[in-house]
């Protein structure tokens, strides 16, 4: 069983609509949970980072993490053209930081 | 410096050759990260290193990889005799622990090209 899993996509929204990218972890007593954004040909950037369950809030960006169901997700509101990239999950486990294989979402204009 | 650096940004090489890749990390980070991803792929982890302690070297995928980092500065990540299967990007990315928390930022990684 792999440490973080993803639904690898490809996801498409509509400009404007809501984008959902879902996230399990295997690892019970992990604390941290990210989210990074990679485009193509670049390097992952940090935009999120949950620690608590319930949601967090920045912008755009909701984080949503569920410790007892091992689930954390990120919502993506009124979606632009620009948030076209793949959306990786990340948690640090007891092991170190896995990443999930990522979602590739494309927002179409 | 202000983020974390790699190079080079491109290396070719020829099958049987050995290369070396150099991350620097964000100074006083003291948490270090070695991934490789390949075309297409998510993020395979291949090594760790924390402070002092012994690294973690569990993901590194044959005896031709090793990394070595001294304190808490510079890493390298070697390979030899390199096959083609070796073409990837690397991604070097550090970290700073605190009681709370630790949040990973990456350099903008080295593509390698086994010819």
């Known amino acids: 069983q792999k440490e973080v899993e993803q639904n690898s996509g490809p996801l498409s929204v509509p400009e404007g609509a809501i984008a959902s990218l879902n996230c399990t972890y295997s690892d019970r007593v992990s604390q941290s949970f990210f989210w990074y954004r990679q485009y193509s040909g670049k390097s992952p950037e940090l935009i999120m980072s949950?620690?608590?369950?319930g949601d967090k809030e920045d912008g755009r960006f909701t984080a949503q993490l569920n410790k007892a169901s091992q689930y954390v997700s990120l919502l993506i509101r009124d979606s632009q053209p620009s948030d076209s990239a793949t959306y990786l999950c990340?948690?640090?486990?007891?092991?170190?930081?896995?990443f999930g294989t990522g979602t590739s979402l494309t927002v179409i204009p | 410096g202000a983020g974390v650096s790699q190079s080079p940004s491109n290396k070719v090489t020829e099958k049987g050759k050995d290369v070396e890749l150099r991350c620097d990390p964000i100074s006083g980070h003291t948490a270090l990260y070695w991934y490789r991803q390949r075309l297409g792929q998510g993020l395979e982890f291949l090594i760790y290193?924390?402070?002092?302690?012994?690294?973690?070297k569990s993901g590194l995928p044959s005896d031709r990889f090793s990394a070595e980092r001294t304190g808490e500065s510079v890493s390298t990540l070697t390979i030899q005799r390199t096959q083609q299967e070796d073409s990837a990007v690397y991604l070097c990315a550090s970290s700073l622990m605190t009681e709370d928390n630790e949040k990973l930022f990456f350099g903008s990684g080295t593509q390698l090209s086994v010819l």
């Open positions: 990340a948690v640090n486990t007891r092991l170190g930081f896995y």
């Open positions: 949950i620690y608590s369950n």
């Open positions: 290193f924390q402070g002092n302690s012994a690294p973690d």
